[in-house]
């Protein structure tokens, strides 16, 4: 089944604990993204990535990390957690350009103390 | 940051009215989409807009890629009970690869 997953689905944590947010798609796409949803913002792109070793940044990339090593994966990595980095986060893929169809995944719920 | 603005932001509607919400920008976009949120769940694409003036209808869905290329509308028709969720317009500025969703608007049906 054509899938993105994302993990964990839920995480508490203290600030300036580092932690990742894994993300994998297993359709070969090109294109994946990241956004945080906050409520009456909508969401808002952190970082998206064209291809393997190719990142870029998105509206609100500040204390957000990523990497590309892999076509499949598209881990999010937050070095040093703060409050108001606590939100719902989405994993999306998409075959080769954001305007194409962008698969979501189920999303992860991080609350930072 | 782009700010793209949906209007209105909630809705709450019998079952088989129509349904219409918009989105505007201050920037003009070279491709509109609108996306669904059901709760819990990630956002699934519903409607694709490639050119200025463009009418695309899915099933009950109509959108409408605005000519001043800052403006988009969705239209549902008579409305169904799974129809609820939060509908997100999108786009893309210019040629490059950022992309930027709306703040949403929420539509609740009764039935």
């Known amino acids: 089944e054509a899938q993105v997953t994302q993990n964990p689905r839920y995480l508490i944590t203290v600030t300036g604990k580092k932690l990742t947010v894994t993300c994998s798609q297993n359709?070969?796409?090109?294109?994946m993204s990241w956004y945080r949803q906050d409520p009456g913002l909508g969401l808002r792109q952190i970082y998206y990535s064209m291809n393997v070793e190719v990142t870029d940044k998105g509206d609100v990339p500040e204390g957000y990390k990523v990497s590309r090593k892999e076509k499949r994966n598209f881990p999010l990595i937050l070095e040093s957690p703060s409050p108001n980095q606590t939100s719902l986060y989405f994993c999306a893929s998409s075959e080769s350009a954001p305007q194409e169809t962008q698969y979501f995944g189920p999303g992860t719920r991080l609350l930072v103390l | 940051g782009q700010q793209l603005n949906q209007s209105p932001q909630s809705m709450f509607i019998q079952e088989g009215e129509d349904v219409s919400m918009n989105c505007t920008s201050s920037s003009i976009f070279n491709t509109w989409l609108w996306y669904k949120q059901d709760p819990g769940e990630g956002p699934v694409l519903l409607i694709a807009l490639y050119k200025a003036g463009e009418l695309t209808s899915n099933g009950r869905l109509t959108a409408q890629f605005g000519i001043t290329r800052k403006d988009s509308f969705l239209n549902i028709s008579a409305s169904i009970p799974s129809d609820v969720g939060i509908y997100f317009c999108a786009g893309q500025l210019g040629t490059g690869n950022q992309f930027y969703f709306g703040t949403g608007t929420s539509l609740t049906v009764i039935p």
């Open positions: 359709m070969n796409h090109e294109y």
